[in-house]
């Protein structure tokens, strides 16, 4: 079965839209190789974690990052905003 991921921008050309969801929202130390593998075919990427870290997005995989990751790409944009 598939469900559609309802992306707040991106119309159509996300690659996970009729993918598994949960892959993209992994539980605590859960598995991100799927979502990371869909992602890196995705022709939104870049826009797709540019929207994420611009709206603070706090949880599931995004432009193939993690939410670890992505609070690590923040620190280091406020550390070179400062
Ligand atoms: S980069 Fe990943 S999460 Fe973002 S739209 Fe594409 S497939 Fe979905």
Redesign the pocket.
């Known amino acids: 079965m598939s469900v559609r991921i309802n ?1 707040p921008l ?1 119309d159509g050309n ?3 839209a009729e993918t598994d969801p949960d892959a ?1 929202f992994p539980e605590k130390g859960g598995a991100t190789r799927a979502a990371k593998r ?2 890196s075919g ?1 022709e ?2 870049d826009a ?1 974690l540019q929207w994420s870290l611009d709206n603070r997005e706090p949880g599931g ?4 990052v993690s939410e670890n990751q992505r609070r690590a790409l923040l620190r280091e944009r406020g550390r070179r905003a400062a």
Do not use: K, Q, T, Y
């Open positions: 992306l991106f996300a690659a996970c993209f869909i992602c995705c939104i990427r797709c995989m995004w432009g193939g």
